[in-house]
C-alpha cells in the first residue's frame, strides 16, 4: 500500500488471558479436556446469581426504557446515584484530614462505558502520545497493553514487591516520576489483578501525595473493590485523593457478578482542578457521542442491585467465600521446594511464583512435564521454541494436565510464575485444580 497505516503501538495490543484460549483449542485433537482458570468469569465457573438480583433483571426487562438509548454518559438517575455513593465515601467517611478535599461528585461525574474494556480504550487511546501513565509490573493486561499502545512503546512499569506482600516499590514510583517528565500520570489497581494484594491506606495516599508533588493525574483500577477479604485495611481512592485529578474505574462485571453486563463505569475526581484535566475528561465525553451510549439495561438495575438490604451481605459473603479458597490455593502451595504463593486478600486470583535463581538455571528452555504420547511431546516442543519460559511451562501444563492458566511474562513482568482463578465452585474440583498446579510446578521445576 502507498502508506504505512498501522499504528505504532499496533504490536504492543497483547491479551495473554484470552490469547492462551486459542493454544488450548488446538490440543483438541488429543482430546485433552480443558480446565479454564486463566479468565476471572464467575458465572463460567459455576456461582449461580442470586435470586433477588435475577427478579430485579427479570423486572427491568418488561420495561420498555430498557431497550432504548440511555444518554450518552449514561443513565442520569443511575449516574446521581453513584456519584451519591462516591459522595458517602469521599465526604462521609475521608481518611485522614485534607488541607484541600475532594470536588463533591455529580452525576456529569459518572460516564459509563461497555465494560472497563472500552473504558480503558477510551482513558489512554484520548492522551496524548508523549504523555505516559505508570503502572504496575505485574501489570493487568489490558491497562498495560492500551497504554503502550497508545504512546507506541512499552509499557512504563513500577516494581510490585513480592518480598513485601505485592506492596508498590513507592522509592521506585517516585524516582522515575521524577527523572521522567513524560509522565502524566498513576496507575494502580487495589485490589490488584493479578496479584490480589490490598493496598493499606498510608500506601494509597503515598500515590496521592506522588501525584500531587509532581503535577500528575491518577488512574485508579477499582474493579475489585468490594471484594477486600475481612481483617484486610483499605480505602477507595475518593477517600484519600484530596484535591488531586483523578479516575476510578469500577463495574458490576465481578461482584455482582455479571460479567457479560459490559457495564462499567469512570468516576471522575476534581475534573475542574486543572484545565487540561478538564479538557481531556470532556474528549471522552465526546468520544462516547461517536458511540450514542452504553447497554441501558445493566444500568437501570444498578440503583436496585446496590441499595437492596441484602446487597451488603450478598458482598461480605462472596469476600469470605473467596478468602476461604486464597487459604486453600496458599495450603497447597505450602512447602513445596522452589515455589511461593502469596496469599491474597482481595479479588479473585492468587499468582504462583518460581524461584527465579532455581527457574533461571540454564535448563528453562528444555524443561518439560509428563505428556500422553510422543506426538503431543514433538507438536508442545515446537510450539514452545523461543517462547517466555513461564510460558513454556504454561503450555506443558495444558499438555500435561488439561489446566489453563495465564503466565506472569503476559503481565509485563520478569519474574516467573503463573495466575490462576479462586473461582471454581465444586469444592473437590478446586483442591484438585490446586493440587495439581502446585504438584505440575514443583515437578515442572525439577525435570
Known amino acids: 500500500m502507498r ?14 488471558i484470552r490469547e492462551i484460549v486459542s493454544f488450548a483449542r488446538e490440543l483438541s485433537r488429543w482430546n485433552i479436556p480443558i480446565v479454564w482458570e486463566n479468565i476471572g468469569d464467575p458465572v463460567k465457573k459455576g ?35 453513584l456519584a451519591g455513593l462516591a459522595n458517602q465515601r469521599s465526604i462521609s467517611n475521608p481518611i485522614g484530614a485534607m488541607a484541600n478535599p475532594c470536588e463533591p461528585l455529580g452525576a456529569d461525574d459518572i460516564i459509563f462505558f461497555n465494560g472497563l474494556g472500552d473504558a480503558v480504550a477510551k482513558v489512554f487511546g484520548f492522551l496524548k502520545r508523549e504523555a ?26 513500577y516494581r510490585l514487591d513480592p518480598e513485601r506482600d505485592w506492596m508498590p516499590d513507592l522509592e521506585d514510583v517516585e524516582y522515575k516520576v521524577k527523572y521522567n517528565d513524560a509522565i502524566a500520570g498513576l496507575l494502580f489497581i487495589n485490589p490488584d489483578n493479578p496479584t490480589g494484594a490490598v493496598y493499606p491506606v498510608e500506601i494509597l495516599k503515598e500515590f496521592v501525595r506522588i501525584a500531587k508533588t509532581y503535577g500528575l493525574f491518577i488512574i485508579a483500577d477499582e474493579t475489585y473493590a468490594n471484594i477486600v477479604f475481612p481483617g484486610t485495611k483499605t480505602a477507595a481512592l475518593s477517600q484519600v485523593v484530596g484535591d488531586v485529578p483523578a479516575l476510578a474505574l469500577r463495574s458490576i462485571s465481578k461482584e455482582v457478578p455479571w460479567p457479560g453486563a459490559r457495564s462499567g463505569w469512570i468516576e471522575v475526581y476534581n475534573r ?4 487540561q484535566f478538564e479538557r481531556y475528561v470532556q474528549s471522552l465525553v465526546d468520544a462516547k457521542r461517536l458511540e450514542v451510549c452504553a447497554t441501558t439495561l445493566p444500568q437501570l438495575c444498578i440503583p436496585e442491585i446496590m ?25 497447597a502451595f505450602a512447602g513445596r521446594g522452589g ?11 492468587a499468582t504462583a511464583l518460581f524461584d527465579p535463581e532455581r527457574f533461571f538455571d540454564g535448563r528453562e528452555q528444555s524443561r518439560t512435564l509428563p505428556v500422553k504420547d510422543r506426538s503431543l511431546a514433538d507438536f508442545i516442543t515446537r510450539r514452545t521454541e523461543g517462547l ?14 488439561g489446566i489453563c492458566v495465564v503466565p506472569l511474562s503476559g503481565f509485563v513482568s520478569e519474574l516467573p510464575g503463573f495466575r490462576f482463578t479462586l473461582l471454581e465452585q465444586d469444592d473437590e474440583k478446586r483442591r484438585w485444580i490446586y493440587r495439581t498446579l502446585a504438584e505440575a510446578a514443583e515437578a515442572y521445576l525439577e525435570s
Open 132 to 157: 505516559r501513565v505508570l503502572g504496575p509490573s505485574p501489570a493487568y493486561s489490558t491497562l498495560s497493553s492500551a497504554e503502550a499502545a497508545h504512546s507506541g512503546y512499552k509499557h512504563l512499569t
Open 3 to 16: 502508506r504505512d497505516m498501522v499504528h505504532p503501538g499496533a504490536g504492543e495490543l497483547r491479551y495473554e
Open 388 to 401: 517466555a519460559p513461564d510460558k513454556r511451562f504454561v503450555y506443558w501444563l495444558l499438555a500435561a494436565t
Open 307 to 331: 441499595s437492596d438490604s441484602r446487597y451488603p451481605d450478598h458482598l461480605e459473603r462472596r469476600a469470605r467465600m473467596f478468602e476461604g479458597r486464597a487459604q486453600e490455593a496458599a495450603d
Open 47 to 81: 456461582e449461580a446469581i442470586e435470586g433477588w438480583i435475577k427478579d430485579i433483571v427479570r423486572n427491568r426487562v418488561m420495561d420498555d426504557l430498557s431497550y432504548a438509548y440511555s444518554d450518552t454518559e449514561g443513565v442520569r438517575e443511575t449516574r446521581a446515584f
Open 339 to 349: 515455589l511461593k504463593l502469596i496469599p491474597p486478600r482481595g479479588a479473585l486470583y
Open 272 to 275: 475542574h482542578s486543572a484545565p
